[in-house]
């Protein structure tokens, strides 16, 4: 069964300051991997993905996660964390098998970015 | 581009009433998704349709719970009778195609509350 563990509830960073938030997975085959901030009282913002190639990925706002496949993580990175950062991520796989695509999510980890 | 719409934003119902959620997706997108999302919970699937067709409803609790999408376009999320524990954020999302490597985009949520 396909599964996402994010170990954190809640990160604290000082802006400016690099931010991980950190992301296991469990899926059947090559995953397909994918990360999603959501900010108070929206939906899903999709931020960025790993299919396949070069194992770290950039995405938006500055954003960039490395897929390690010996550790089975997704980890979100920014060299320097912003106030504006501050919101709720969620990690999601899918697998590259899958007949549905249907993407399992983490349970979030808040970010908050103090100035 | 419009994203994808929903409504009503908010509801707030007792519980062993009816509620319905309506979802309109992105235009040509043809795999659209029901998510529920507890607080402090990450998004749990509840239905995809492909077109018309139901791919996965392996999380929908039928007893309560459907949902249709007649016309291949917008959908309709029901609930009859509601419980306490359905309190949560139903959002809506759409994918351009049943690929797996691309993204969801996601509506800004119903959120339903059962008192």
């Known amino acids: 069964a396909q599964s996402v563990a994010q170990p954190e509830d809640q990160v604290n960073v000082a802006e400016g300051n690099p931010l991980t938030v950190k992301c296991t997975y469990s899926?059947?085959?090559?995953?397909?991997l994918f990360w999603y901030v959501q900010y108070p009282n929206r939906g899903l913002q999709f931020l960025l993905k790993?299919?396949?190639?070069?194992?770290l990925v950039k995405g938006s706002y500055g954003f960039e996660a490395e897929f390690n496949k010996s550790q089975t993580s997704f980890h979100l990175k920014k060299p320097s964390a912003l106030v504006s950062d501050s919101a709720l991520y969620f990690c999601?796989?899918?697998?590259?098998?899958?007949?549905?695509?249907?993407?399992?999510f983490g349970q979030g980890t808040t970010l908050q970015v103090k100035p | 581009e419009a994203g994808v719409a929903q409504s009503p934003r908010y509801k707030i119902i007792e519980k062993r009433q009816s509620v319905a959620f309506w979802c309109n997706p992105i235009?040509?997108?043809?795999?659209l998704y029901w998510y529920q999302q507890i607080l402090g919970q990450g998004p749990k699937l509840l239905i995809q349709?492909?077109?018309?067709?139901?791919?996965?409803d392996s999380q929908l609790p039928k007893d309560r719970f459907s949902a249709e999408r007649l016309k291949g376009v917008d959908s309709t999320l029901k609930i009859q009778p509601a419980k306490l524990e359905d309190s949560a954020v139903y959002l809506c999302?759409?994918?351009?195609?049943?690929?797996?490597?691309?993204?969801?985009?996601f509506g800004e949520g119903s959120r339903l509350t059962v008192l």
């Open positions: 999302a759409s994918r351009h195609r049943r690929s797996n490597t691309g993204e969801l985009f």
């Open positions: 899926v059947s085959g090559n995953p397909y």
């Open positions: 790993y299919i396949t190639g070069d194992n």
């Open positions: 999601a796989v899918t697998g590259a098998s899958s007949n549905t695509g249907k993407l399992i």
């Open positions: 235009s040509g997108h043809a795999t």
């Open positions: 349709f492909q077109n018309n067709g139901v791919v996965d």
